[in-house]
């Protein structure tokens, strides 16, 4: 588990963009259970690839494009451990992957982006990949 005050700027990143924290495995279920909608789930994590990739392509996918998912939630691999867990449930089939991306359509998993879709790949990329999935997705 990482000290929070190391990671709270991280967190902090999505938190203030919009994104709504689940930090318990209630909270998880209770949103990602919710049958309505389209809802995008950040895993954070601290490596290089979630603050050079992950989340500036996720804060620039939204602000590009004019369709957009109706709820915006995170969890932290490696500080939120029960919520984490949690939300791999409803990432199944997928293998943990921190930073990942995933997009849920009336509770549903419809999308997934995991580490090796981030590493490596510029935001912009990633930016422009997400908008695809959101006019695909969240019409």
């Known amino acids: 588990m990482y000290p929070i005050e190391l990671t709270k700027p991280m967190s902090q ?8 924290a ?9 949103k990602l259970s919710d049958q309505s ?10 490596c290089g690839c979630a603050a050079a990739n992950a989340r500036p392509g996720v804060k620039a996918s939204l602000q590009a494009s004019e369709i957009k998912p109706d709820n915006l939630y995170t969890v932290f691999a490696g500080v939120d451990k029960e919520a984490t867990q949690k939300a791999r449930e409803f990432l199944l ?16 998993l419809v999308h997934m982006v995991e580490r090796h879709h981030i590493e ?6 990633i930016s422009t990949h997400l908008q695809e999935v959101y006019q695909h997705f969240c019409k």
Do not use: C, H, M
């Open 120 to 125: 490596g790949r510029p935001a912009q990329l």
């Open 37 to 46: 909608g389209t809802s995008l789930l950040v895993i954070n994590s601290v």
């Open 93 to 108: 089939p997928y293998p943990p992957s921190s930073p990942s991306i995933a997009l849920f359509k009336d509770g549903k």
């Open 13 to 20: 990143e999505l938190t203030d963009f919009g994104f709504n």
């Open 22 to 30: 689940l930090e318990s495995s209630e909270d998880v279920t209770t």
